[in-house]
């Protein structure tokens, strides 16, 4: 405890002055001092008992003057105790307490309805879960998820390797394609004649078997039989013409042929599809032979009439060559489409090349063919595309029955 330096006297550090001797006291704090007013009667008021820090002197008839001590630096405050817990201990400790109980609302008959207390029970359990859910993106639509089993892996491997219904939009956009097509060319070529007749109704039941609502087998067998028979009735105009009458092994060969291809396209591990292809080939292969395919080369001559046939006939050797490749292991098609293709193609560039060097022959040589015949082979020639096409989805008709009928047994 401090002593004032004048008297000895102890003294609180807080006081400013020695109460013995009224010296001021060094290295206290600063202090204000409060005055009263005199106070004639010496009665205290209110606020003078409030105001006072020390209890007034008695009453006098003379004034008296306190002096009270206030510091002017606010008093430190104590610092919380240091209990060890760190901000993982608090959150943990918040998370594990329970959930706060709210109150329920109940009624002036001291009775609360069902769905009152459903409501205000819901309420907290949906907002505390949509907190503790992470945030989740919503810019994508909402798409329905058809009702179904899930779709597994080895039935995507499945549908890859044996397709329910390959080719079956192809088909039917090639067939209305080339028939409205046709349709033009025929009338065109023909004008008013019963066999130009005759090709347009050819096209126009093709065009409307591919477009009504039917199965995959009727309408692949459907097409098939109406491509066939637009191709015989062409073969019958290209025999009464005497045009090249092998062309039948060739229309034969390239249906069979093209089907053939493009179902080993479809089911690579078929083992009809390879018999079909060499059935094909061998008949492709006959018609080149038959119709002297391999002298053509020899006795070319300058005009085009002459080794624009002979490039079409070795091309076709050549496809029946690359068709081949179809005899590969089952993990690649080997191009069976792509050469399937080429051959229609090739097919419609053939006949086309047949019916220019007829209607514009050789110097010296009169045409041999007239309109209504062409209208026949161009209808011949769609129809020849279209059961090639739709030969192939027969085989998978029919493949996928035997299959089935196959399978049941060993199920058993």
Request: hydrophobic share 45%; net charge neutral; charged share 15%.
């Amino acid at each position: 405890m401090p002593t004032c330096k004048s008297c000895n006297a102890k003294v609180v550090r807080t006081d400013a002055f020695c109460g013995t001797c009224g010296e001021p006291v060094p290295g206290a704090k600063p202090v204000v001092p409060i005055a009263r007013q005199p106070n004639p009667s010496g009665v205290q008021t209110a606020t003078d008992r409030v105001t006072g820090a020390f209890p007034p002197p008695t009453a006098t008839g003379t004034s008296a003057r306190a002096v009270a001590v206030v510091p002017l630096s606010e008093p430190e405050e104590p610092e919380p105790p240091d209990t060890g817990l760190s901000r993982t201990t608090i959150r943990e400790r918040e998370q594990s307490e329970p959930a706060p109980v709210l109150p329920l609302h109940r009624r002036k008959d001291g009775t609360a309805s069902q769905s009152e207390l459903v409501e205000a029970t819901a309420e907290p359990q949906a907002e505390e879960a949509r907190l503790s859910m992470p945030e989740r993106d919503t810019s994508l639509p909402n798409v329905p998820v058809p009702a179904g089993p899930p779709i597994l892996a080895s039935d995507l491997l499945r549908e890859q390797m044996r397709p329910s219904s390959p080719g079956e939009k192809t088909l039917r956009v090639v067939t209305v394609s080339l028939c409205a097509i046709g349709v033009v060319a025929a009338l065109l070529a023909g004008g008013a004649h019963p066999l130009t007749f005759v090709s347009a109704a050819l096209l126009v039941m093709m065009a409307t078997l591919a477009l009504t609502p039917s199965s995959y087998r009727a309408r692949a067998i459907s097409l098939a039989l109406a491509g066939a028979t637009a191709t015989s009735v062409a073969l019958w105009q290209q025999t009464v013409h005497g045009l090249e009458p092998e062309s039948i092994i060739l229309a034969g060969a390239t249906i069979l042929l093209s089907g053939s291809l493009l179902f080993r396209a479809y089911y690579r591990g078929a083992r009809f599809a390879r018999f079909a292809v060499a059935l094909g080939v061998v008949a492709l292969i006959a018609w080149f032979v038959v119709s002297g395919g391999h002298e053509s080369l020899v006795m070319l001559e300058g005009h085009w009439q002459s080794w624009a046939p002979a490039t079409t006939h070795m091309t076709f050797s050549l496809l029946a060559l690359l068709s081949l490749m179809a005899f590969m292991e089952s993990s690649t098609r080997g191009g069976s489409h792509v050469w399937a293709v080429a051959l229609l193609v090739l097919y419609a560039v053939h006949i086309s090349l047949m019916i220019a060097s007829e209607v514009w022959p050789v110097p010296g040589v009169q045409p041999t063919i007239q309109g209504p015949t062409i209208a026949t082979l161009l209808t011949g020639m769609v129809g020849t595309i279209v059961a090639g096409l739709a030969l192939a989805q027969v085989f998978v008709a029919i493949y996928q029955k035997t299959s089935r009928g196959f399978s049941r047994p060993g199920r058993e």
